[in-house]
Every structure is written in structure tokens, then in C-alpha cells.
């Protein structure tokens, strides 16, 4: 594949991704992940490394897709800061943790692991199992741990944590609204520390392609941010015109599929 067709694809991932992001309320990196692991196979970038790189690269871009959505959610006074302070340390700490896990893993095992997440959210989307508010809000030091936990997982499956910090929060009696703008502004400290720790931990890798920075592709990373951000809003405007119940069934299935496709690769 030329330079120029590589370009092309990521920029239809980015549109792609940043459709489902706004039609479903779900974070980029589920997305992004599974197609880069994919086009990585397709460029003939050693296997050992193409999950690798995904994770890194899916970080990356949600640094730059998340200041747009924390900006729009302060706005609406959805940010609950008091929350977002004390989680941020246990954030950073277990995203370089988890990004330093990552490398430690090879890339079959990591292919592997974020199949198995995979198939677990969207069965959890098809059953729409989500926590009962069970418990008020800890205080710093639980909220510090329940950060360093969420940004440990979502460094190795290269996600922002809406998945895992929204249904936390919405345990921990946090409404709905506040929960979602607080996860997305928690998602800016796990994609930075999750990013820094893919440029440290793939440095110097013999096997990375050119134009990589650590185990970030740069042209993957250009072209998703310059599409994913117009078209969330696509896709949010499309999901006040679709039944976003069924599309988000359909799409548990393609994940399901998608990640079989891990499992038995």
C-alpha cells in the first residue's frame, strides 16, 4: 500500500469511528483498535508488534478527540471536577503501568486480551447490563484507586475508559449526565499517560515502520483526528433520526464477530 492510500484509510477510520462514537455514546478506541490491528496486517508490520502499535496510536488520538468533548460537557456544567481531581493521580500512574504491562505482553497475547474485552462489552451493550447506584461517592483515596485501576485496563485495551468509568460512577450514585462528562474529562489524563507510555515503552523498537514514534503511527494518528471529530457530530445528529437501540444490537454483533476474529487468530 503507497503512503497516499494508507492516508485514505485512516481518515475513513476516523470517520468512522468518530460516526459510532457520537451515534452510540461509546468511546473511539473500540473502534479504532480492532480496524489499526487489522490495516497494521494489511501494511505487513510484524505481528509482534501491530496490537502494539494500535493501543499506542488509539491512545494518541483520544488526547486530542477528548478536548472537544470535556469543553462542550464543562460547558454544560456536566464535570464533576471534585471528582475528576483526587481519580487523576490513580489515572496517571496506572496508565504508564498499564501501557509498561502492554509491552511486556506479546502481540498474539495482547490480540487476544483485547478480543476477550471486546465480546464483554458488547455483551454487555446487547443485555444493557449496567450497575445500580449502590454506594456515595468515595473519598480521594478510594477515588485515587479507582482511577489507577481504569486507567491500568484502558492503557493495554487503548481506550479513553468511558466504558469502565461510566457504569463506576453511575455505582457510585452519580447521575447519568455528570457521570458521562466526568468520564470523558478522565479520559484526557489516561490517553496522555497512556500515549507517553507507548512513545517509551516501543522507543527504539527494531521492527516499527517508518514515520512511527514509539509504538505510535503517525500517519494512523493524523488522519483519524482530522475526520473523527466532524463526524461524532454526524453521528450524534443521526442518532435522533435512527432506532439507536437496534443499531447498537447490530453493532454488538460486528464486535462479537470481530472479536471471535481475535480469539481464533
Known sequence: MTLLSVFALYL????????????FGIGGGLVIVP???????????????AAHMAVGTSLATIVFTSLSSIRSHHLHGAVRWDIFKPMTAGIVVGALVGAWTASLLSGPALELIIGIFVILVAVKMILEVNPKPGRVVPGSAGLGAAGGGIGWASAIFGIGGGTLTVPYLSW???NMQQAVGTSAACGLPIAMAGALGNIWTG??????????FGFIYLPALFGII?????????????AHRLNARLLKRIFAIVL??????FLLS
Do not use: K, Y
Not at 475513513?12 to 451515534?23: Q, S
Not at 462479537?256 to 476474529?261: A, M, N
Open 203 to 212: 522507543w527504539g523498537s527494531a521492527e516499527l515502520p517508518e514515520l512511527s
Open 256 to 261: 462479537i464477530l470481530v472479536g471471535i476474529r
Open 12 to 23: 475513513a477510520l476516523g470517520a468512522f469511528a468518530g460516526t459510532l462514537a457520537g451515534l
Open 172 to 174: 457510585c450514585n452519580v
Open 35 to 49: 480496524v489499526l490491528i487489522f490495516s497494521f496486517g494489511l501494511q505487513g508490520i510484524s505481528t509482534e508488534i
Open 226 to 238: 482530522l475526520t473523527s471529530v466532524l463526524f461524532a457530530r454526524v453521528g450524534a445528529n443521526l
